[in-house]
């Protein structure tokens, strides 16, 4: 919807995306004792089959998926700079990989939008990206949606 509505505003525009998941769901073995929650994911919320329905949502000129698991995936990324993150695996250790990789390839005035930032039981994570940004300076930005966005001010 985002991208329809900037092409629409400016037929030059043009977005690559890059869009990894297992589509398999939360790997067992990053899952952390203080994330039961993400067992719960896993049983009622991703379903197996969802990957062609993905697929066929994404304009394929412009769209790469890098199926598998984050952190192994990420190395298939091959640019140095990036416009907007969205981080959405519900536990720390992949989100945690993919911010240290992603965070100092996004340019200044990039955007990067946490998922699961205010939802009370995932306070794993809202931790990591407190200590995390607490050492750059900057305070993620609660939405009402329980998302959170953090701008990247510079270099
Ligand atoms: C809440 S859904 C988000 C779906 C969609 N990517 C989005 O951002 O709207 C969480 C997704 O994270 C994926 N995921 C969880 N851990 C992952 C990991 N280590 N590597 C890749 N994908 C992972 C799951 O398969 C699931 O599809």
Do not use: C
């Not at 919807?1 to 525009?13: A, G, S």
């Not at 998941?21 to 994330?35: L, V």
């Not at 949502?57 to 995936?73: C, K, Q, S, Y």
């Amino acid at each position: 919807m985002v991208i329809n509505y900037f092409e629409l505003r400016d037929p030059e525009f043009r977005i690559e995306m890059h869009l990894f998941d297992t589509f398999a769901g939360i790997p067992q073995a990053q899952i952390r004792p203080d994330e039961p929650l993400a067992h719960w994911h896993n049983e009622n919320n991703y379903a197996g089959d969802v990957k062609e329905r993905v697929v066929s949502l994404f304009p394929a000129d412009r769209t790469t998926f890098h199926i598998g698991m984050v952190p192994d995936t990420l190395s298939g990324f091959k640019g140095d700079r990036v416009d907007f993150i969205s981080l959405d695996m519900n536990i720390v250790e992949p989100e945690k990989a993919a911010l240290e990789f992603f965070w100092p390839k996004l340019r200044p005035g990039g955007i990067l939008l946490i998922d699961d930032y205010g939802f009370q039981k995932h306070t794993s994570q809202r931790n990591f990206y407190d200590r995390f940004f607490d050492a750059s300076g900057a305070i993620p930005l609660q939405l009402p949606t329980g998302q959170a966005i953090v701008m990247k001010r510079s270099g």
